[in-house]
């Protein structure tokens, strides 16, 4: 079994990377064949473990979760060396027992979002990924255990509903998903973690409660000033929660027990004399394991 040293790609808010202790850093332009990511990739060391920070909507929240350009962004962290993606996601609750301020370890994903490219993969080389589990337990496991570990409220388990957006929901699509058994709902998620799978990083999503979704008779009592308190605590749990779960994923390992990494195996479907070198060069750092 070959030994992975693991480099920890982490996907959030523009400040998450103002973690103490974060040492040697080093913003890097990366390009891609699919575009420019969201911004800058920001390399630093939380002790012997190295990261990888990239804030989703860019420094200072210039880009709606629909214009995201979200092949570019994991395939940069892959261009970067990542093994292991975790993303943190500002959501809102759908059920009373996740109030604003508790930490969801999601465990599904439903992908309601419908404007934008969600594979790497397409004409002129085809691939059919499994996402029938689209979180890598170790990292749920690690995720969980951290949070505890440093007395966070958190949930393990629940479907993160990904919406279109940029609007919040109506209130029936809200006591939908609620009857569909969501737990939260945000705009971010999908198809991160497709696009994730399909590049065979390990990943997960820790979702942060800011407030609750429209379903709730408080709801209109929700102020701006309140949910941006929220969003403020939760931004410094988040810091403290990646201080505390780093060093648990980024000793040396063997493959991901649940194959994350090795997800593209079975999974292309073109035979290889009808693939379009113009794709399989775009494909360089998503699939090139496979590709050879």
């Known amino acids: 079994m070959s030994s992975i040293q693991p480099v920890i790609g982490i996907i959030g808010g523009s400040g998450l990377y103002d973690i103490d202790g974060l040492e040697r850093t080093r913003w890097h332009k990366v390009s891609t064949p699919w575009g ?18 990239l804030p989703r909507h860019g420094r200072g929240h210039p880009l709606s979760p629909t214009d995201l350009n979200y092949r570019a962004n994991i395939d940069a962290l892959k261009r970067m060396g990542c093994t292991d993606v975790l993303s943190l996601s500002a959501v809102g609750s759908l059920k009373a027992e996740l109030p604003p301020g508790h930490f969801v370890i999601v465990d599904q994903f439903i992908d309601r979002s419908f404007a934008r490219e969600k594979s790497f993969f397409g004409a002129g080389c085809v691939a059919h990924v499994s996402v029938a589990h689209p979180v890598c337990p170790r990292l749920g496991d690690a995720a969980e255990a951290a949070a505890r570990q440093i007395g966070l409220p958190v949930t393990r388990g629940g479907t993160y509903l990904v919406m279109e957006g940029p609007q919040f929901s109506t209130k029936a699509e809200s006591e939908l998903y609620r009857s569909w058994g969501c737990s939260v709902i945000g705009m971010t998620n999908m198809p991160e973690a497709k696009l994730a799978r399909e590049a065979e990083l390990c990943y997960a999503t820790i979702a942060m409660v800011t407030d609750y979704d429209c379903w709730h008779p408080d709801h209109d009592h929700v102020t701006v ?55 399989l060069a775009k494909l360089d750092a998503v699939a090139g394991r496979v590709l050879g």
């Open 36 to 53: 420019d990511p969201s911004d800058e990739l920001l390399e630093g060391w939380l002790g012997d473990v190295r990261c990888v920070f």
């Open 225 to 279: 000033d309140a949910v941006v308190k929220v969003l403020l605590g939760n931004a410094e749990k988040a810091r403290d929660l990646v201080r505390a779960v780093v060093p648990a994923i980024g000793a040396a390992r063997g493959p991901c027990p649940a194959g994350c990494d090795r997800a593209l195996d079975h999974a292309l479907i073109t035979a290889p004399g009808k693939r379009d070198p113009g794709v």
